[in-house]
């Protein structure tokens, strides 16, 4: 089974994170069993120097698996990548038995349903967020589109937003 994706895209300095951390519990309230993928345009590790998965997986394993009774981690080396991850890939690695909807961060320009976040504070175009993909718009102030209008304060309505949705394509 796939996992539905929903992309949270904005500007930097809108506030993906701030939202998406109030999201997910509002989400799990209603009954939606949340992953995440966060793009980064920094050089990510997960791992921590010094530790005996780090000096493996600095010695040369392609991949490395820290587990423990709480949780686990895949880390995947990818020396051979000078693109960006491929979304898709990432999400076929989660497993549909734990998880109804995947929430993207980042990834803006994937052909996957998005909500977009805008606050006119932040001085950069409306037109720039808005493609075929984009099934909502969260904004701090009213702005002419054709997608539905969120209130980007109300983290609550977002939510049940997207449950709606989410019942609608599954």
């Known amino acids: 089974m796939t996992i539905p994706l929903l992309g949270i895209v904005a500007y930097s300095g809108t506030g993906k994170t701030t939202l998406l951390k109030q999201l997910i519990p509002l989400l799990a309230q209603c009954g939606v069993r949340v992953g995440l993928i966060k793009h980064s345009h920094h050089n990510v590790d997960v791992d921590t120097p010094g530790k005996d998965s780090y000096e493996l997986r ?38 549909s038995n734990r998880v109804d909807l995947i929430l993207v961060e980042g990834f803006k320009h994937e052909t996957v349903p998005k909500i977009a976040l805008y606050r006119a504070a932040v001085g950069k175009p409306l037109d720039k967020l808005i493609d075929h993909y984009v099934i909502a718009l969260a904004s701090d102030q009213p702005v002419t589109v054709t997608v539905p209008q969120l209130d980007l304060n109300d983290p609550s309505l977002i939510a049940t937003f997207i449950a709606h949705w989410l019942k609608q394509h599954q």
């Open 58 to 95: 600095k010695a040369g394993a392609l991949q490395t698996m820290v587990a423990s009774s709480q949780r686990w981690a895949l880390m995947t080396e990818t020396p051979e990548a000078s693109t960006e991850p491929d979304l898709f890939s990432l999400a076929s690695r989660f497993d």
